[in-house]
């Protein structure tokens, strides 16, 4: 008579492993939340986007002896009273914003940026108020997770 020793694993230890890695798996998503992760970085797109576009606008006024480009609208606060959207480089602006001198022959910008979630045919998602004292305030109203991005110079 021949004794056999098989070792195995039971199907019980095999469904034990696989609940505890899905446990675990399901620990590290919730940790990193891959939503949060995306919409802040978005939102760092936005913060460096509206920066790129307020500091063209300066270096072209430096360029101008202080003159600003022509349409910039005049109100109190970005988004909201008197802000208007930018217009898209190369497109029709109609009511937006024309900002497609900082673009020409790639001066200040090599294209005006756009808004990561834009759905607008024309605008870039991004807004810009110059107030009564000269500022500029270019701002994100599509920023996400209740963030307020806004620079003004």
Known sequence: MQNINQKAFTLLEILLVIALIAILAGIVIVAINPAKQTADARNTQRISDINTILNAIYQYSIDNNGDMPDGIPTGTECPGIGSSEICQYDASC??????????TNQKYLVSIPIDPQNLSTNGT?????????????????????????????
């Open 94 to 103: 109609g009511n937006y914003v024309d900002l497609s001198i900082l673009a």
């Open 125 to 153: 998602g991004y807004n810009m108020v110059k107030t009564v004292n000269n500022r500029i305030i270019v701002c994100a109203p599509l920023a996400e997770r209740e963030a307020v991005i806004e620079v003004s110079k």
